[in-house]
């Protein structure tokens, strides 16, 4: 094999050594921290993907160490491979910013933001993206689109309004899937990701559709409202599994496992995929084996949650009073009108 | 013996005087104090029959929050109880049926929702968190109870009278609210 030559490439004036034929994104996911762009469509794990999102924009300020000039517009780092003496600026450019804070100005124009709602509250991209370049408010005045619920089987929930149309799932149905059942129908404000014929998706390994997904319009159904990701507790786990690798994470409650999902790198991206029967069917902690509670970064909203289990209070009045009971225990309902029982209605 | 610190202070005692010593202009200027007190503003009330107002922003025991249609506004988010510092906040979702959109505002809604008032510290942070104005501490206490049990409010106590077929005790609940947040 040919010794693949290694260039020098700068992003955000560090300078780092990739291999050629490496894209702008994967070098600094590389180097890593403030400089990384964001990715909503890009999937370093599904060939082909990327270039649809215009999240992870940045600027060209020198092509090469051969032709120095700048890149007149904005790249998408997702699409675009390094050069050799290759200059790139991501937070520190102006004109970044400015783009990035206008392509998630986009993304939420027809974006529901029924974030209270919504099950992958929590662990979204786009709640990130949103909260770091978001706008306080929509300037967008007209009517934002929405579709019809189409029914994707058992397992998966679809909500086609909050989808961003990164093509994700498509991909991953191709390449893991033999056949895929469904795509992106319709073009532009119509576009959609549906099945054309009500078809539930049944493959073995769709269930990775939903770890892929960067926002809610693909959803566990198993986990569907059960609870808030911040309140489960995420736990390593694997089990010996024919069809897949096995490795899983765990979202716990107490003892109860509310759902499965793939284990997921630093990016949010899953490093191995698993199976169907391992995501949905195995929801009990007796058929796993637990490795030990994952690694949650301390600003994520996941660490947040406390609660642990419920705990019934012992009553402990009658014991201490020889076994008398209170005489008088008061209402709130006697006390308070803006608390009151009788006028909680059935209408 | 030698003293530790130079800070002691050596107490003289004279003997007392005569009028000292008689007692009584002290004993009749300290009753005179005393009387001057009766005809002075009494600092306290008699609390059942007069109550005094609410400072305005007075937190109380947590209302759940209806819309002018009487439907419900919580949807079970949870960020009350994340954002709550002492734990209190328990609650159950679940997805509203087809024949429910007059009883619930969204799609999903609290199916049990459960505060333990003896943790509450009252610090109104759930109030803050809510995005959908559901719920807001009012101007009532948590009356005194033997039982631990009787402090955990579920949603039959917290609830909001129905505003189309309870006005009046709906306005009660809100008019306190309204007026707090004017000030």
Known sequence: MAEVKHIKVTIDNITVEVPQGTTILQAARMIGGDVVPPAMCYYSKLEGSGGKCRTCLVEVAKGSEADPRPMPKLVASCRTGVMDGMEVRNITSDRVKDARNGVVEFLLLNHPLDCPICDQAGECHLQDLGYEHGKEATRYEFKRRTFEKHDLGPYIQLHMTRCILCYRCVYTADQLTEKRVHGVLSRGDHAEIATYIEKSLDNNFIGNVIDVCPVGALTDKTFRFKNRVWFTKPVLAHRECKSCCGKVTLWQRGDQVLRVTARKDQWGEVEEWICNECRFDKKSTSDWTIEGPAQVSRHSVISQGHYEKLVQPKETFTAVHDGRQPQLLMDIHSVSEVNDKTAKTKS | ?183
Do not use: W
């Open chain 2, 1 to 183: 013996m030698e003293r530790l610190t130079n800070r002691a202070k050596v107490m003289e005692q004279k003997p007392m005087s005569f009028m000292e010593s008689l007692y009584l202009p002290a004993i009749f200027k300290g009753m005179a104090i005393t009387f001057m007190h009766l005809f002075k503003k009494k600092a306290t009330i008699n609390y059942p029959e007069q109550q005094r107002p609410f400072s305005p922003v007075f937190r109380g025991l947590h209302v759940l929050n209806r819309d002018e249609e009487g439907r419900e506004n919580c949807t079970a988010c949870g960020l009350c109880a994340v954002a709550c510092p002492a734990e209190a906040i328990t609650m159950e979702a679940a997805e509203r049926k087809s024949n429910e959109e007059h009883l619930y505002r969204e799609e999903k809604y609290a199916a049990k929702y459960e505060i333990n008032m003896l943790r509450c510290i009252f610090c109104g942070l759930c109030e803050e968190a809510c995005p959908k104005d559901a719920i807001y501490l009012s101007e009532t206490f948590a009356p005194s109870s033997f039982t631990r049990k009787s402090f955990i409010y579920s949603k039959d106590e917290l609830l909001i009278p129905h505003p189309v077929n309870e006005p009046e005790k709906f306005a009660a609940a809100k008019g306190a609210r309204e007026a707090r947040q004017k000030n």
